[in-house]
């Protein structure tokens, strides 16, 4: 088998077989295959697609490239999560707790992110104590024991997939449906999961930019996961203004513990409601979407979402009574009310700019050595389609830092206000097979 024969095939626009795209992934993985051979075998498909069964292919070579995580010794059936990524995007915080109130088990690997705000476990270790470095083996019985825990990603996995991510980087070919699904599902799929729920986000601070660019990036994901026995659900959902209220690390967390008591925000709490009932139905737990949303809205009634959430934090080290009593969270310095200039209706908060003015006051990282402020960030009050008068607090700065006049510059391109606007729908479509 020749690469320069692979690269012909697909070139041409016919499919590649299993064997062929195990041959590339293997030996690029391995280093025998030049990166001026994959480039050109990433073009030749982000021009000629794959169809479903490359899709799979691909994305098994991927997963089988490196280390798998064995799920198997926890009880029930291990549902996963992954959001496309977003701006004051607190799902995870919430939906954790909230689903294994229900008897889903979460076993969640998280990462630490770059961009606007940390990843899952920046969050997480606002919380003073908290701390994601347990064994294996106490990640397993602490799953087994009350339906959730977060460990940090380790071990070698999807190395093809690493290696193949920075070479399309480079070469201009990011924007391709079968890679980037490929791409996500691996990671999925690798860690252990027995179903995956998949929050596909659209708008301006979305990587998907528009609503049909987004459902067929879902769709593709979605057939992956059932061609290779998982059962796969989607959703697309608008990511135009930022999700919640809260831009910043220990805001978000703020904002999900109120999410858990029932007093979060109308779009973070409709989010969550959806993605926790198809992970609710996919884990066996409801026979139907209607039913296992009234599961959630129970357990977020009757307190035992929040009591699980306080219990998770407990058994990871962290101080659970910030739970109660939230201003013992990491606080800013200085709270700066950015106003309205002018009266009307807000038509435009422009998600992917806000989240980069968080990032400027130091909730985010541009780099992997960049070191996060966890206090600080951006707590909207206002939302698209909300009436305003001129000098209403728009929006609250939190920030260490007195003088943020680069940040005012960055917020005053982001905001517009209008005679008359109305809200985005937040859930485009849902997508079960």
């Given at each position: 088998?020749?690469?320069?024969?692979?690269?012909?095939?697909?070139?041409?626009?016919?499919?590649?077989?299993?064997?062929?795209?195990?041959?590339?992934?293997?030996?690029?993985?391995?280093?025998?295959?030049?990166?001026?051979?994959?480039?050109?075998?990433?073009?030749?498909?982000?021009?000629?697609?794959?169809?479903?069964?490359?899709?799979?292919?691909?994305?098994?070579?991927?997963?089988?490239?490196?280390?798998?995580?064995?799920?198997?010794?926890?009880?029930?059936?291990?549902?996963?999560?992954?959001?496309t990524g977003g701006v004051g995007?607190?799902?995870?915080?919430?939906?954790?707790?909230?689903?294994?109130a229900v008897g889903v088990p979460v076993a969640k690997m998280s990462g630490r992110g770059l961009g606007h705000t940390g990843g899952t476990i920046d969050k997480l270790e606002s919380i003073e104590g908290f701390h994601v470095e347990i064994s294996e083996e106490e990640f397993i019985k602490l799953v087994n024991d009350n339906q959730v825990a977060v460990i940090g990603q380790s071990g070698?996995?999807?190395?093809?997939?690493?290696?193949?991510?920075?070479?399309?980087d480079v070469t201009g070919t990011v924007n391709s449906i079968p890679l980037i699904a490929s791409s996500i599902m691996s990671k999925k799929i690798a860690a252990g999961a027995d179903a995956i729920v998949l929050d596909v986000k659209t708008g301006n601070g979305a990587f998907m930019k528009t609503i049909a660019d987004a459902e067929n990036l879902a769709h593709a994901m979605v057939s992956i996961g059932n061609n290779v026995g998982r059962n796969t659900m989607a959703i697309i959902s608008d990511m135009s203004q930022?999700?919640?209220?809260?831009?910043?690390?220990?805001?978000?967390?703020k904002e999900a513990i109120d999410t858990l008591k029932g007093e979060g925000p109308e779009d973070l709490t409709e989010l969550v409601l959806t993605l926790g009932s198809q992970m609710v139905v996919l884990a066996g737990k409801a026979d139907?979407?209607?039913?296992?949303?009234?599961?959630?809205?129970?357990?977020?009634?009757?307190g035992s979402a929040l009591a699980k959430f306080k219990t998770f934090l407990e058994n990871q080290g962290g101080n659970a009574s910030v739970v109660d009593a939230p201003e013992k969270l990491p606080t800013a310095t200085y709270h700066i009310d950015y106003k309205a200039k002018t009266s009307g209706v807000v038509a435009e908060l422009?998600?992917?700019?806000?989240g980069v003015a968080s990032m400027m006051l130091g909730a985010g990282r541009q780099t992997k050595e960049d070191d996060i402020d966890l206090s600080v960030g951006i707590v909207l009050n206002k939302k698209v389609g909300d009436s305003v008068n001129k000098g209403d607090s728009l929006l609250t700065i939190h920030s260490n830092q007195e003088n943020i006049d680069d940040v005012i510059a960055k917020l005053d391109e982001s905001i517009t206000i209008k005679d008359q606007a109305t809200a985005p729908n937040l859930i485009h479509k849902i997508i079960t097979e």
């Open positions: 088998m020749r690469m320069v024969d692979i690269i012909e095939k697909k070139r041409d626009g016919k499919a590649l077989t299993k064997e062929e795209i195990e041959f590339f992934v293997e030996g690029y993985t391995k280093g025998d295959i030049p990166d001026y051979q994959a480039s050109s075998l990433a073009m030749a498909i982000y021009f000629q697609d794959m169809d479903d069964e490359e899709r799979a292919a691909l994305t098994m070579a991927m997963v089988n490239s490196g280390d798998v995580i064995d799920l198997s010794q926890i009880n029930g059936v291990k549902v996963d999560k992954h959001s995007d607190t799902t995870t915080l919430v939906l954790a707790p909230l689903v294994a070698n996995l999807t190395p093809a997939d690493k290696k193949l991510y920075a070479l399309r930022p999700l919640g209220r809260a831009i910043g690390n220990a805001l978000e967390l139907s979407l209607e039913q296992a949303r009234q599961l959630l809205l129970d357990a977020i009634k009757d422009i998600a992917n700019e806000i």
